[in-house]
């Protein structure tokens, strides 16, 4: 990999718009976009996996990896996450898994949320990917158990992936992508000159779909979130308060406190992420 070969790359944590951003990379890079998976589902790559990779294919010029973990291989190598409000994506997981014929455990979703929920809090492997998992991909939790479906973040794990993202120069929240995506096109663009990251969703859940949520949503923001501007909810097709609270209502608080508990490292990291977004935001001038 040359020094001067700059080469953008995407962490890409399952359900947490990855697809969208994929998208906008293949449709910017063309053929210089790759992504860069492993053998199974359940592999784990690091950034020695990545250095060989980005060696043997110099034309590349942007990758993105569901699993590939931080950190980069050197500083030519550009990074990008998306954080995601924990109980949405868990929603999104879910509703993800129970369409998707090809995923592993997907009886597990078979039937309500509520039913997913108590499966992956049990502790059942596989379950972990909505246990503290966004701390999980951006430590070396990954690497303390024999397979990455028994991992499990602990408080330095959580101090590792706020150190990491502290190092990035760009953050993306999901429920605020198009302000995250500007934040990257900027910070990037000297250089990845001309780079242009299309604003679209793909690969989104029932909850997720611009377009079709219109009557849903207007329905719950009347409930839950009245005062909010329309315009700014429409941007960020929904507030990460109003989805949760629709949610809480829905799995009932038992099961709500249990999914906090299981999970408080991510919602910390969320909310370190939503206030990095705004520094970085603020510092680059990005509205």
């Not at 890079?29 to 790559?45: C, Q, Y």
């Amino acid at each position: 990999m040359e020094n001067n070969h700059y080469v953008l790359c995407h962490y890409h944590i399952f359900k947490n718009a990855g697809s969208s951003l994929d998208e906008a990379l293949r449709k910017h890079f063309g053929k210089r976009w790759s992504p860069f998976e492993g053998r199974h589902a359940n592999d784990i790559l690091d950034f020695n996996d990545l250095r060989s990779f980005l060696n043997d294919h110099p034309d590349v010029k942007a990758v993105s990896s569901h699993l590939c973990k931080p950190p980069t291989p050197s500083s030519t190598v550009l990074p990008v996450v998306f954080l995601r409000s924990p109980l949405a994506r868990a929603r999104s997981v879910y509703e993800f898994t129970r369409k998707d014929l090809l995923q592993p455990f997907r009886e597990a979703a078979a039937s309500s949320f509520s039913d997913y929920l108590k499966w992956a809090l049990s502790g059942e492997p596989g379950g972990h990917v909505i246990r503290d998992y966004q701390v999980v991909h951006l430590s070396s939790a990954s690497f303390h158990k024999p397979s990455i479906l028994h991992a499990k973040a602990t408080e330095s794990n959580y101090e590792e992936a706020i150190q990491l993202l502290e190092q990035w120069p760009v953050i993306g929240i999901v429920e605020k992508y198009a302000q995250s995506i500007k934040l990257i096109e900027k910070v990037y663009r000297p250089y990845i000159p001309k780079l242009r990251l299309i604003y679209e969703h793909e690969n989104v859940s029932n909850l997720g779909k611009i377009g079709q949520i219109g009557k849903w949503f207007e329905k719950v923001n009347q409930r839950y979130c009245p005062k909010l501007n329309l315009a700014h909810q429409q941007e960020n097709v929904m507030t990460a308060n109003c989805k949760t609270a629709k949610l809480r209502e829905e799995i009932g608080e038992e099961l709500y406190q249990e999914f906090l508990n299981q999970n408080q490292l991510d919602y910390r990291l969320y909310e370190y992420g939503c206030l990095r977004l705004k520094q970085l935001c603020e510092l680059n001038s990005i509205v």
